[in-house]
């Protein structure tokens, strides 16, 4: 039983900082039904001996190990929050007899039916079992978070009674996790048994890689080649983001492990000492402002600032997209053109990001008005940024005083954008809806 040793420490006092905690990070939660007594009794306190939780203070590492030169910030990161939906009992929080320690799974769910049982399910067949197997469930209503509970009785469940996006879901796994390595997971991927096996392997052969992802392909469609989904991220000069290899066929191109700028988080493997390395203010460690969608970019940017270095080893898990809804609703396309401006205000440093503003304006606006073709309040997302602009200026005052990396080593990672290309591609979908 893990027990409080700080002397003076008293339950009311955990309480009290509990509900302190919950309102200074996020504003936007319904505090009212919260019951403080059930919470400090479901709160996991670490024993002597386990690593720090992302709450309090830790010593931060560089990528290369040892502590960082500056004096650094407080984060100010979430703890798990385990809260009971109806006919749903938090999972205590005890290691299962079998798996390694080193490694901790978490799965993000909301209404993940089949596919979440499925993913769960690929996790219990790895060669390299993870100890601690999380699942944070977003609300669901559709009796998939007591299946997975059914599946897996070493769960740790952590309940939130609504929908809070991925960033504040994927913030409570982090803070959760117990391991040196936090595998993440959208409900909607399958893993092949050797995918956490050889991401382990390839993070541990540098200490300055901070996160690793696989090989995403699409599931099999008929006879056709097997299609890329992505295999990490590319960062363009006009400040947009896209999955390297995305919609291109599999082949030897992709059987490659190498260095990549950032990783997709439908299933990365993340180095834990990064992930307190790089939380500050808002990102704790993914930005709830961004909600869902580029919220990984951002990781990634902020990563490299710091020096941490992102990897590509093709293990193949299988991606199904759009499993919770339609990408293009006018609500995605708000929150994707509003985290686009937030990606560039929270990581392009000047003066190399002055230099590209001019690009980046005019890309928004064309943007803006291609999601406002698409959806009308799409949009909006213009406005919500200015609401919420403030936060980045932090955040870019942590970046100057912290990065370890010259601009020259991380704008080397941003490619000129495909206009040609993506133009064609659109011109060519046009012509066959026209035709059908």
């Given at each position: 039983?893990?027990?409080?040793?700080?002397?003076?420490?008293?339950?009311?006092?955990?309480?009290?900082?509990?509900?302190?905690?919950?309102?200074?990070?996020?504003?936007?939660?319904?505090?009212?039904?919260?019951?403080?007594?059930?919470?400090?009794?479901?709160?996991?306190?670490?024993?002597?001996?386990?690593?720090?939780?992302?709450?309090?203070?830790?010593?931060?590492?560089?990528?290369?190990?040892?502590?960082?030169?500056?004096?650094?910030?407080?984060?100010?990161?979430?703890?798990?929050?385990?809260?009971s939906?109806?006919?749903?009992?938090?999972?205590?929080?005890?290691?299962?007899?079998?798996?390694?320690?080193?490694v901790?799974?978490?799965?993000?769910?909301?209404?993940?039916?089949?596919?979440?049982?499925?993913?769960?399910?690929?996790?219990?067949?790895?060669t390299?079992?993870?100890?601690?197997?999380?699942?944070?469930?977003?609300?669901?209503?559709d009796?998939?978070?007591?299946?997975?509970t059914?599946?897996?009785?070493?769960l740790?469940?952590?309940?939130?009674?609504?929908?809070?996006?991925?960033?504040?879901?994927?913030?409570q796994?982090?803070?959760?996790?117990?391991?040196?390595?936090?595998?993440?997971?959208?409900?909607?991927?399958?893993?092949?048994?050797?995918?956490?096996?050889?991401?382990?392997?390839?993070?541990?052969?540098?200490?300055?890689?901070?996160?690793?992802?696989?090989?995403?392909?699409?599931?099999?469609?008929?006879?056709?080649?097997?299609?890329?989904?992505?295999?990490?991220?590319?960062?363009?000069r006009?400040?947009?983001?896209?999955?390297?290899?995305?919609?291109?066929?599999?082949?030897?191109?992709?059987?490659?492990?190498?260095?990549?700028?950032?990783?997709?988080?439908?299933?990365?493997?993340?180095?834990?000492?990064?992930?307190?390395?790089?939380?500050?203010?808002?990102?704790?460690?993914?930005?709830e402002?961004?909600?869902?969608?580029?919220?990984?970019?951002?990781?990634?940017?902020?990563?490299?600032?710091?020096?941490?270095?992102?990897w590509?080893?093709?293990?193949?898990?299988?991606?199904?997209?759009?499993?919770?809804?339609?990408?293009?609703?006018?609500?995605?396309?708000?929150?994707?053109?509003?985290?686009?401006?937030?990606?560039?205000?929270?990581?392009?440093?000047w003066?190399?990001?002055?230099?590209?503003?001019?690009?980046?304006?005019?890309?928004?606006?064309?943007?803006?008005?291609?999601?406002?073709l698409?959806?009308?309040?799409?949009?909006?997302?213009?406005?919500?940024?200015?609401?919420?602009?403030?936060?980045?200026?932090?955040?870019?005052?942590?970046?100057?005083?912290?990065?370890?990396?010259?601009?020259?080593?991380?704008?080397?990672?941003?490619?000129?954008?495909?206009?040609?290309?993506?133009?064609?591609?659109?011109?060519?979908?046009?012509?066959?809806?026209?035709?059908?």
């Amino acid at each position: 039983r893990h027990t409080i040793s700080r002397p003076g420490f008293c339950a009311s006092r955990l309480r009290t900082l509990r509900v302190r905690a919950l309102r200074c990070s996020a504003p936007d939660h319904d505090l009212a039904h919260l019951d403080t007594n059930s919470l400090a009794a479901n709160r996991w306190i670490p024993a002597k001996g386990d690593p720090p939780p992302l709450r309090g203070r830790w010593p931060r590492q560089g990528p290369e190990g040892g502590r960082t030169s500056r004096p650094l910030q407080k984060p100010t990161i979430n703890g798990p929050r385990l809260i009971s939906s109806p006919g749903v009992q938090p999972a205590r929080p005890s290691p299962p007899p079998a798996g390694d320690a080193t490694v901790s799974a978490a799965i993000l769910n909301w209404n993940g039916g089949e596919l979440a049982l499925n993913c769960l399910r690929s996790v219990l067949r790895q060669t390299l079992l993870p100890g601690q197997r999380i699942v944070v469930d977003n609300g669901s209503t559709d009796g998939s978070l007591e299946r997975l509970t059914a599946e897996d009785p070493d769960l740790l469940v952590l309940a939130n009674p609504r929908n809070v996006g991925f960033a504040a879901a994927a913030n409570q796994a982090v803070a959760a996790c117990r391991a040196r390595w936090l595998l993440l997971l959208n409900l909607d991927i399958v893993l092949e048994p050797d995918y956490v096996q050889r991401l382990f392997e390839a993070g541990e052969s540098g200490a300055g890689i901070g996160a690793v992802t696989g090989k995403l392909l699409r599931p099999p469609r008929g006879e056709g080649p097997l299609v890329v989904d992505s295999t990490g991220h590319l960062l363009y000069r006009n400040g947009w983001a896209a999955n390297r290899g995305e919609e291109t066929p599999d082949g030897e191109a992709w059987g490659t492990s190498g260095e990549v700028f950032g990783v997709c988080a439908a299933a990365p493997l993340y180095r834990m000492d990064m992930l307190r390395d790089v939380s500050q203010g808002c990102a704790r460690p993914f930005d709830e402002r961004f909600m869902a969608y580029i919220e990984d970019v951002d990781l990634d940017w902020r990563m490299r600032w710091l020096g941490w270095r992102a990897w590509y080893e093709p293990a193949v898990a299988w991606h199904h997209r759009s499993a919770t809804g339609a990408r293009r609703s006018a609500f995605i396309l708000r929150h994707i053109l509003k985290n686009r401006l937030l990606l560039v205000a929270n990581n392009d440093l000047w003066p190399g990001g002055l230099a590209r503003l001019p690009t980046v304006s005019l890309f928004t606006v064309l943007t803006a008005i291609q999601f406002g073709l698409e959806a009308a309040g799409a949009p909006l997302g213009l406005i919500d940024v200015l609401r919420l602009l403030p936060a980045s200026v932090q955040r870019r005052r942590f970046l100057r005083h912290r990065r370890r990396v010259s601009a020259a080593e991380v704008s080397r990672w941003m490619q000129p954008f495909p206009y040609r290309q993506k133009i064609m591609k659109k011109l060519r979908s046009g012509a066959s809806r026209a035709a059908g």
